[in-house]
C-alpha cells in the first residue's frame, strides 16, 4: 500500500468572459490567485491574464484559424496529466466554457478519466458584447427568442439554419467574419430580408471595441471595406438597429429600398 499518495488534485473549466476584466466573475478570480496551473485560451483578455499571480504557471494553448498550437486531444491529456499529479488546474477560457468552447469535451475526457472536474460560468461573448454596444439580443417589439451558431464550420452551406433569422428572431453568430458573405448569401437564399439589420462587433467589451452596423444584403462587402478583425460577433435581426454603432451601409443609394424591406420582415 502507497504510503504517500499524491494529494487531490481538481480541474476548473473556467469562463473568463468577454474580455474586460471587471467582467469576471468572483469565483473565477478567487481560482486565479489559487490555482497551480492555467491553461488559457487566445482569446482571454489580456486584461483577465494580467491578474494571474506571478508564481502561478501558465500554458497558452491558443487556436487560431486552421493554425492550432495544440490539438484538442493534447489539450485534455496535459490537463488529465497535470490534475492527476495533484495539481489545482484552472483551464480558463474566453466567454462561457459551455458556449463554443469546447468545454463539453474537456468535461467529458475528465469524467473518464475519473478526475474531479468543475465548471465555472462566464459571461458569453454575446451576452456582453451586446450590453456594451447597448443591443438588447430580445426586444418585447422586436424580437422574442435569439439563437447562437458559429460560423467557421465545414459545409456552411449544408448547415441547417432555418428559422434562426427573420421575424421575431435574433441570430448572434460567433467565429463568421472569414464566412460572412457565405453566411448572408446563405440567409438570402432560405428567405432572410437582404434589409435585414445586421451589427457586427469588434473586440466587444474593451477599451478598443468597435460597433458597426448595415444591412444583411452588405454584411460581406462590410467585413472587408472596414477590415474588421477577430474576435467579433454577427448579431443579425430588427434588435441590430438598436444598437449604439457606426452606420457603414455601403452603397446609401439602396438605403430606403432596403430599410422597407427589413420593416417587412
Not at 156 to 168: E, F, K, R, V
Not at 178 to 183: K, L, N, R
Not at 184 to 196: E, M, Q, T
Amino acid at each position: 500500500m502507497d504510503k504517500h499518495p499524491l494529494p487531490q488534485g481538481k480541474l476548473w473549466l473556467v469562463g473568463a468572459g468577454p474580455g474586460d476584466p471587471d467582467l469576471l466573475t468572483l469565483r473565477a478570480a478567487r481560482l486565479l490567485e489559487s490555482a497551480d496551473l492555467i491553461v488559457h485560451d487566445g482569446l482571454v483578455g489580456a486584461g483577465v491574464l494580467a491578474l494571474i499571480p506571478p508564481h502561478v504557471e501558465r500554458i497558452s494553448v491558443a487556436k487560431q484559424r486552421s493554425r492550432h498550437t495544440m490539438k484538442q486531444e493534447a489539450i485534455n491529456a496535459l490537463l488529465i496529466r497535470e490534475t492527476r499529479a495533484g495539481r489545482q488546474v484552472v483551464r480558463l477560457k474566453g466567454g462561457d466554457p459551455f458556449i463554443f468552447g469546447r468545454g463539453g469535451e474537456e468535461l467529458d475526457a475528465a469524467r473518464d478519466a475519473g478526475i474531479a472536474c468543475e465548471v465555472v460560468p462566464g459571461i458569453t461573448a454575446a451576452a456582453g458584447c451586446a450590453a456594451q454596444a447597448g443591443l438588447p439580443l430580445t426586444h418585447r417589439e422586436d424580437a422574442s427568442a435569439v439563437s447562437f451558431v458559429a460560423g467557421q464550420c465545414k459545409n456552411l452551406t449544408d448547415q441547417d439554419w432555418s428559422g434562426l433569422a427573420g421575424h421575431g428572431r435574433t441570430l448572434v453568430i460567433y467565429m463568421g467574419l472569414a464566412t460572412a458573405s457565405a453566411i448572408a448569401d446563405k440567409l438570402i437564399a432560405d428567405g432572410v430580408s437582404p434589409g435585414l439589420p445586421v451589427a457586427v462587433i469588434e473586440r466587444g467589451t474593451t477599451a478598443d471595441a468597435r460597433v458597426l452596423r448595415t444591412l444583411l444584403t452588405d454584411l460581406g462587402d462590410l467585413v472587408a471595406r472596414e477590415r474588421v478583425a477577430s474576435p467579433a460577433l454577427i448579431v443579425v435581426g430588427k434588435v441590430a438597429a438598436r444598437a449604439d454603432a457606426l452606420d457603414c451601409l455601403g452603397a446609401p443609394g439602396l438605403i430606403a429600398s432596403w430599410k422597407d424591406m427589413a420593416c417587412d420582415s
